[in-house]
């Protein structure tokens, strides 16, 4: 089989002019965007449809990449090579191939114009989830694009993983209006996907409450200035009320997304205590490493004020902020290596290895009317 003399003619038109390509396989259409707007080539394939869309990848990557072999051996070769420029990024585009566009969303030179066009060529929740995580493209005049379909198509997400990475880069862009804000913390209350969202975003995103519309167009990417926006003695409401939304969330998991990201975000307030060694992978690891962890921080008030005010802390807070500092996912994944258990059945397996870091929780938030 080959290509038709009209079809490789008008595909090679448009593959020298394009910027950008896609192919509508259930239509037998390739669309091209160019600077004068988007064309589109109406495929009359002779014989099998999924040999044709072969036949014409293979012309498009000849063209575009001066090589039929497409997207993989690109991808060899730039691995040999050290990094995709924009350049090459930008004929990644041309190719027809959603994994070339995902390559493109996740590259670290992705630009705002490169997102545009890869957000013609295959515009997904998770393109635009890739795409966000980059600063340029926050800034840019695809952010926004970006956003309002995350927002719009996050009540059909079913898939905890998704609701959770949607939420977090949603806030991290810093993009949302304090209106779009408040209905996602709402959801919140009632979701506990949603809730966990907000947990992996970070403390300074938790509420409307606590961060208010003024400031909701702050940049908060750098992550040491988000840490230094909350206690990590717990000492104030608005941690505290972290502390509280986390016990929440193990309360009400529902699946090993939502105790992985809610353990991780947990010892986020506590990461200028935690030490350097890796994180316990047991109960009997952790209390010993509560214990080193005390002894490591009562040696230090001198030389650090707020170490000097952790040791002024009552006993059973000095404990239950080291349990907290030292939680993290290594703590439950000797557990989740070993059931796939969703519900109540996964949390009746977690409940001895939470119990302490349930019990910290409860001790550090118990007497929150009494915060500062």
Not at 4 to 23: G, P
Not at 209 to 218: D, F, H, I, M, P
């Amino acid at each position: 089989m080959s290509l038709s003399e009209e079809d490789s003619l008008r595909l090679h038109v448009l593959a020298k002019s394009a910027v950008a390509i896609r192919i509508d396989e259930a239509r037998m259409i390739v669309f091209g965007l160019s600077e004068r707007g988007e064309h589109r080539v109406e495929l009359r394939p002779s014989g099998r449809e999924e040999r044709y869309l072969r036949l014409v990848r293979e012309l498009l990557s000849t063209v575009a990449l001066g090589t039929p072999g497409g997207y993989p051996v690109f991808i060899r070769r730039w691995t040999r090579s050290g990094a995709l420029e924009a350049e090459r990024l930008n004929k990644l585009l041309c190719l027809g191939e959603p994994e070339a566009v995902v390559a493109v969303a996740a590259s670290s030179e992705l630009t705002d114009s490169l997102a545009h066009k890869a957000w013609w060529c295959l515009p997904t929740s998770e393109t635009a989830r890739m795409m966000l995580r980059h600063h340029d493209v926050i800034e840019g005049q695809t952010g926004p694009l970006l956003v309002a379909f995350l927002l719009e198509q996050l009540p059909f997400e079913t898939a905890t993983r998704a609701i959770i990475d949607t939420i977090k880069v949603m806030l991290h862009s810093n993009l949302l209006d304090a209106q779009a804000h408040e209905r996602l913390w709402t959801k919140a209350t009632q979701h506990v996907a949603y809730l966990v969202g907000f947990l992996a975003a970070g403390p300074v995103y938790l509420e409307p409450t606590t961060t208010g519309s003024a400031n909701l167009s702050k940049p908060r990417t750098n992550a040491a200035a988000m840490r230094q926006t909350v206690d990590p003695l717990a000492k104030t409401r608005s941690t505290r009320r972290y502390l509280k939304a986390c016990a929440m969330a193990l309360e009400k998991a529902i699946d090993m997304d939502v105790v992985v990201d809610t353990v991780n975000a947990i010892g986020v307030p506590f990461q200028t205590l935690r030490p350097a060694s890796a994180l316990p992978r047991s109960v009997d690891a952790l209390k010993k490493a509560v214990t080193e962890q005390l002894a490591v921080l009562q040696h230090k008030p001198a030389a650090d004020p707020q170490h000097h005010e952790f040791a002024r802390l009552p006993q059973s807070h000095r404990e239950a902020i080291a349990v907290l500092s030292l939680t993290g996912e290594p703590l439950v994944a000797p557990v989740f290596a070993h059931t796939d258990a969703t519900g109540s059945l996964m949390r009746q397996k977690l409940a001895s290895t939470l119990a302490p870091v349930i019990q910290a929780l409860d001790t550090l938030t118990r007497d929150e009317g009494a915060a500062s």
